[in-house]
């Protein structure tokens, strides 16, 4: 099946830094998908992007569609403590059934106060 | 308010005991999933449905059941046959035209078994 190159997989930060992730796949897509996780949780949409080469923020958060499609990026400034969870990618192939969707394996992020 | 409900949101079960763990969404979703996670493994997909009295496995349907008996439920069974069923154990929903717009995810059960 698809696969999604999510990395890196754990981060340690201290807080008020700034906070990269990426993910890559072998296929392009047409959906890119930011969710969080908090402990104990399910997955929480936190951004959508739908078009290549497209920006979109949410607050301390800005996530970008890469313009080849097959990858995008997850920024978060000054970090906060309540940023701690796992990460995930996610997105929806070109040739992929109108209802699937490929998730990366997550980035668990850490927030040293 | 729609949403998507789980429950119970700890299970314990007995070596050699089938267990249900339930999900039920009020969002009018025509489809709904089952993913296990463990840490360090993501989300693995067990089983989907798209419509009523129909579902499909996913990447580890070996050792679970499922049904689609009502559009608003989805209960997944994890049999004894499951041989590391210790996991937290997610459900979601989505429509067709949605799915671009991503799942809405339970909060999750957690089965341990002791």
């Known amino acids: 099946g698809q696969q999604l190159n999510q990395s890196p997989q754990s981060m340690f930060i201290q807080e008020g830094e700034d906070v990269s992730m990426n993910c890559t796949s072998s296929?392009?897509?047409?959906?890119w998908l930011w969710y969080k996780q908090d402990p104990g949780e399910g997955p929480v949409l936190l951004i959508a992007?739908?078009?290549?080469?497209e920006l979109t923020s949410n607050g301390r958060l800005t996530a970008q569609f890469g313009i080849t499609r097959k990858d995008s990026f997850l920024n978060i400034s000054a970090s906060i403590p309540s940023d701690v969870g796992i990460y995930f990618c996610?997105?929806?192939?070109?040739?992929?059934?109108?209802?699937?969707?490929?998730f990366g394996k997550g980035t668990k992020l850490s927030v040293i106060p | 308010d729609g949403g998507i409900t789980q429950s119970p949101k700890y299970l314990f079960r007995k070596e050699g005991q089938n267990v249900t763990l339930s999900c039920e969404q009020n969002l009018n979703h025509d489809a709904m999933y089952w993913y296990r996670q463990d840490p360090g493994q993501g989300l693995r997909l067990i089983y989907y449905?798209?419509?009523?009295?129909?579902?499909q496995k996913g990447d580890i349907a070996e050792g679970y059941s499922v049904s689609r008996e009502k559009k608003e439920s989805f209960p997944l069974t994890v049999t004894s046959a499951q041989k590391n069923p210790t996991a937290f154990y997610l459900c979601?929903?989505?429509?067709?035209?949605?799915?671009?717009?991503?799942?809405?995810f339970g909060s999750g059960t957690r089965l341990t078994v002791v």
């Open positions: 296929s392009i897509f047409n959906t």
């Open positions: 992007l739908y078009k290549a080469g």
């Open positions: 996610a997105g929806k192939s070109l040739w992929a059934g109108s209802y699937q969707l490929t």
């Open positions: 979601a929903s989505s429509t067709a035209r949605e799915a671009n717009y991503g799942y809405t």
């Open positions: 449905s798209q419509i009523v009295n129909d579902f």
